[in-house]
């Protein structure tokens, strides 16, 4: 089975690194940065789930929001 790149849209790096300089941000935007800033730097899942104590579902959970949505996917939702 052949891995499939993840690759973040344009200019989603720079704002995902404006959110974790943020001293207000939200600690669950803060975790789905860091997860999808992870894979975009080629970590795989598991290695992404052990350094940040989140479960592979939750990965695989932003990171399919980011494919579907960009950056907006990783906002809660009302």
Do not use: C
Not at 24 to 34: C, D, I, S, W
Not at 39 to 51: E, F, M, R, Y
């Amino acid at each position: 089975m052949q891995k499939t790149e993840f690759k973040l849209r344009p200019n989603d790096d720079a704002q995902l690194m404006t959110w974790l300089r943020s001293t207000t941000l939200a600690q669950g935007h803060a975790v789905r940065a860091r997860i999808v800033l992870a894979l975009a730097d080629g970590q795989s899942p598991t290695d992404i789930g052990q350094s940040l104590n989140v479960s592979r579902k939750m990965i695989y959970k932003w990171r399919d929001r980011y494919v579907e949505e960009g950056i907006e996917g990783l906002i809660d939702k009302p």
